[in-house]
């Protein structure tokens, strides 16, 4: 298998933060945790896992994790 990564960054350039260094909300986490969770079941429905997922590997743009 082939891993494509790109540079997140920000409205104004700069790299994303990780999850764990953001602030938020507890609406904005239930949202966004529900938004992982699609993700991680996609990645499942064609056999992949993620084999490290936690706040330092999940990076926050504009439009939440990514």
């Known amino acids: 298998g082939v891993l494509l990564m790109e540079l997140v960054t920000d409205s ?3 790299v994303a933060p990780r999850l ?3 602030s938020m909300s507890a609406e904005q986490a239930i949202e966004d945790h ?6 991680v079941m996609r990645m499942l429905c064609v056999g992949l896992v993620h084999g490290d997922l936690s706040e330092f590997n999940v ?3 504009d439009y939440g994790p990514v």
Do not use: I, R
């Not at 529900?34 to 993700?39: N, P």
């Open 34 to 39: 529900a938004e992982v969770m699609v993700y």
């Open 59 to 61: 990076l926050v743009d």
């Open 20 to 22: 764990n260094d953001v």
């Open 12 to 14: 104004e350039g700069h």
